[in-house]
């Protein structure tokens, strides 16, 4: 694309010039994806708003860019919601871009104890003080610097989760409208997650607004009026929770070595995001403890980042440790190969402590408790095997210690699987305690855990009703014409800076 967004050798943009090789942020292609296939699924009211609000948002950025700024392309919640979320923006005719820091390791030492900090968690106790401050803003500078070189004037920027905020100064202070969205944050403040916040605290004061999943996540010194409640959503075409036709549910997780006892011959289809159709290879690999699932059987599944707060430990002594669970049933823990989510420093050691309890199991239980870590270098594929995985699971767990909103539990539930999940964070606003899944009042109560894992092995009638309750949740509240409009509404009320010198302020 030619002007001053061009990422071109020697760009300049309003706010400087940049060379080639000064650029450090990677830009993430996102496929226009068309609107029109939320059509027919969201009714013609609900589509009658969406088209009011895309001509609304049109006109209000008027040539603007929107531009997206995370950690990481891959692995974990945000890079799962900017993938579908910006194609559709971009499919309605709106220019928005996603870039990705470009940090070194020891920025992300300090962003993951702010992450833990903020979700209340003492993480790994190490300090957030003067130092760390100096290796976050350090490790942030060359790419505000290519940032700014990329923005057009009038562009408006959404920075995403801890790791951005510290590029908050120096984008208002070039007049550039900034938003902050966190997408975590925990029930009752703590000493930890005050640490957090009296760390970020600096950089969010002069952000236009800040978007947060729930109202309990707001960062304590931000006023009401500058902060804005917005949940997360699916998108339910994307080759995570598409439909998948008959058979090939069983055929992708054999041909993705999860699964054995399945004619595997056959090749599956997917549909990638960037609209072509991908074919799942053969992997063998991926099951990295107990080995593939004998078919058919049925197991109780959680998909997570290998995350301490995720505690997929927790889920394998709940599991094994409870009488209610048929000893027929399995379970499978999955998570991302631990090389591929950039950001997480925690991921690799987490999957150590989750193999080290799998091999202290007797081996009647080893047989049934099962770890994957899957690969992660085509996403499509990765997505679509989660996709397979939550399809054919009985009973779908995430029994995270603290959440921020938990999309794995809108794709289960999307899905019509029965749930159990802890009582935490944005999992609350998502299931209906008894209506659209069970909830755990205690994350740390194994046995309760256990129990529901039993109940709902068990009791078929109300594993498909809470299925059904779940798919009809997410149907009426997590859905991306709602975010969508959300935003509209956003960036309707915001000021935006003038688009180009001459032109008039909104
Ligand atoms: N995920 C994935 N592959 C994996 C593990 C997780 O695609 O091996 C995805 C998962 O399906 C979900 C996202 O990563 O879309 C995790 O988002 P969530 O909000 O549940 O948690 P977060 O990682 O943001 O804390």
């Given at each position: ?5 061009a990422?071109?050798p020697?760009?300049?943009?309003a706010?400087g010039?940049l060379n080639r090789h000064?650029?450090t942020?990677?830009t993430?292609?996102?496929a226009?994806?068309s609107?029109?296939?939320l059509?027919?699924?969201i009714?013609?009211?609900r ?5 009011r609000g ?14 997206h700024?995370n950690?990481?392309?891959?692995g974990?919640?945000?890079a ?6 910006l ?11 996603w ?13 993951k104890?702010l992450?833990?900090?903020?979700h209340g968690s ?10 760390e401050r100096?290796v ?6 060359p790419?505000a ?5 990329r923005?057009?004037?009038g562009?408006?920027v ?6 951005t905020?510290?590029l908050?100064?120096h ?8 938003l902050?969205r966190?997408?975590?944050?925990c029930d ?5 997650s005050?640490?957090?916040?009296a760390?970020?605290?600096?950089y969010?004061?002069?952000v236009e607004a800040?978007v947060v ?7 304590p010194s931000?006023p009401?009026?500058?902060?804005v409640?917005i949940a ?5 075409f994307?080759?995570?929770n598409a ?13 993705a070595g999860?699964v054995v ?5 056959l090749?599956v ?10 074919s799942?290879?053969r ?6 403890a107990g080995?593939?699932?004998?078919a058919?059987?049925?197991?109780v599944l959680?998909?997570?980042r290998?995350d301490?707060?995720?505690d997929?430990?927790?889920v394998l002594?709940a ?8 000893v027929?049933?399995?379970?499978v823990?999955v ?8 950001d997480?420093?925690e991921?690799?050691?987490v999957?150590?402590?989750?193999l ?6 007797d081996?009647?239980d080893?047989?049934?408790?099962h ?7 085509d ?6 095997i989660?996709?397979?995985?939550q ?17 794995t539990v809108?794709e289960?539930?999307w899905?019509?699987?029965?749930m ?5 964070g944005?999992i609350?606003d ?5 209506v659209?899944?069970l909830?755990?009042?205690?994350p740390?109560?194994?046995a ?20 059904a309750?779940a798919?009809?949740r ?9 975010h ?5 509404q956003?960036l309707?009320?915001?000021p ?11």
């Amino acid at each position: 694309m030619a002007g001053p967004h061009a990422d071109s050798p020697g760009t300049r943009g309003a706010f400087g010039t940049l060379n080639r090789h000064c650029r450090t942020m990677r830009t993430v292609d996102v496929a226009p994806t068309s609107l029109d296939r939320l059509d027919h699924l969201i009714g013609p009211e609900r589509w009658a708003g969406v088209q009011r609000g895309v001509q609304a948002a049109q006109a209000r950025l008027d040539g603007r860019v929107f531009w997206h700024v995370n950690a990481t392309a891959t692995g974990g919640g945000v890079a799962e919601m900017l993938q579908t979320l910006l194609a559709y923006v971009r499919g309605a005719g709106i220019d928005t871009r996603w870039l990705v820091l470009d940090c070194p390791e020891p920025f992300f030492a300090v962003t993951k104890r702010l992450h833990n900090a903020l979700h209340g968690s003492p993480g790994d106790g190490g300090a957030l003080g003067a130092k760390e401050r100096s290796v976050y803003e350090a490790g942030l500078v060359p790419n505000a610097e290519d940032l700014l070189s990329r923005l057009g004037q009038g562009d408006v920027v959404q920075l995403h989760d801890p790791q951005t905020a510290g590029l908050i100064p120096h984008l208002t202070g070039r007049g550039v409208s900034v938003l902050w969205r966190s997408h975590i944050g925990c029930d009752t403040t703590n000493e930890h997650s005050a640490r957090g916040w009296a760390f970020l605290e600096p950089y969010l004061r002069e952000v236009e607004a800040v978007v947060v999943s729930r109202p309990s996540y707001a960062p304590p010194s931000v006023p009401k009026e500058r902060l804005v409640v917005i949940a997360p959503s699916i998108d339910p075409f994307a080759a995570k929770n598409a439909a998948i036709p008959n058979g090939d549910v069983q055929r992708t997780l054999a041909r993705a070595g999860l699964v054995v006892g399945v004619d595997d011959m056959l090749e599956v289809r997917f549909p990638r995001r960037d609209g072509t159709i991908g074919s799942v290879r053969r992997h063998t690999g991926a099951m990295v403890a107990g080995g593939p699932v004998p078919a058919h059987t049925p197991y109780v599944l959680q998909v997570s980042r290998w995350d301490r707060l995720k505690d997929m430990a927790g889920v394998l002594r709940a599991f094994v440790g409870h009488p209610d669970v048929p000893v027929a049933a399995h379970l499978v823990l999955v998570g991302p190969a631990v090389e591929g989510v950039s950001d997480d420093p925690e991921g690799a050691e987490v999957l150590q402590e989750c193999l080290q309890l799998w091999e202290e199991l007797d081996p009647v239980d080893r047989a049934r408790v099962h770890l994957a870590a899957l690969p992660m270098d085509d996403v499509d594929e990765n997505a679509h095997i989660v996709n397979a995985l939550q399809r054919q699971a009985a009973v779908v767990v995430q029994k995270s210690l603290q959440e921020g909103f938990g999309l794995t539990v809108t794709e289960a539930m999307w899905k019509s699987r029965p749930m159990i999940a802890s009582a935490v964070g944005g999992i609350q606003d998502q299931i209906e305690d008894g209506v659209s899944g069970l909830l755990l009042a205690d994350p740390c109560d194994l046995a309760g855990a256990g129990q529901l894992m039993g109940r709902l092995l068990t009791d078929d009638a109300l594993a498909a009703r809470l299925g059904a309750g779940a798919r009809e949740r997410v149907y009426q509240k997590f859905l991306p014409d709602r975010h969508l409009l959300q935003y509209e509404q956003l960036l309707a009320e915001m000021p935006l800076a003038l688009r180009h010198p001459g032109g008039t302020t909104a």
